[in-house]
């Protein structure tokens, strides 16, 4: 079965995005990107929200801009093939491999998990994910994060009403200082 995960980077005090709509300072150095690069060939199928559609929307012609150095140009090319799936309800249409779904994100995941074949369910955006934790459909939380106080914007955690253990499966510091920590979702047994 396809593992759900949830990968971004996030600052110290835990948001994705600072409370001026900036993310600049997740802008990676080469060893990270290399990584970033490596993490995503493990995808099968990324579902998105509107706004990180519509950020992410540069990587399929981002293979047409001179300026890119090797390590873009290998990040555009896995990245352009990768099926998506977006979730909006304002969009009327997408570009590029991807399909657009204006609900159901459980009923999408279920159906996902079924399919035959390799890689992972990624989520990106942290309102999508949010609604994948609060159903209880996240397998793995894989954060970088940043030696950078932002003092507010989108949280990367979603306020849970209720508590989540996490198992921690891997960590690595980059030389930048960025630290990536991979938590799995510790699933207990039903009881009897």
Known sequence: ?????YS????????????DGDFNWTAPDEEVFRFVTDEIREVGVHLLGRRLYETMLYWETADQDPSLDDSMLEWAAVW????KVVFSTTLSAVE??????????????????????????????????AEAAALGLLDEYRTRVYPV???????????HERRVDLELVETRTF???IV?????VARRPAPA
């Open 175 to 177: 030389s930048s200082g």
């Open 8 to 19: 971004m980077g996030v600052s110290l005090d835990g948001y994705i995005v600072g409370p």
């Open 80 to 83: 352009k093939p990768l099926p």
């Open 149 to 159: 106080l932002v003092g507010g914007g989108v949280p990367f955690f979603p306020r």
């Open 96 to 129: 590029g491999n991807a399909r657009l779904v204006s609900g159901g994100l459980a009923e999408e995941i279920e159906r996902l998990r079924a399919e035959p074949g390799e890689g992972n369910i990624a989520i990106g955006g942290a309102a999508l994910a």
């Open 180 to 184: 990536f920590l991979r938590h799995r």
């Open 1 to 5: 079965m396809h593992s759900v995960t």
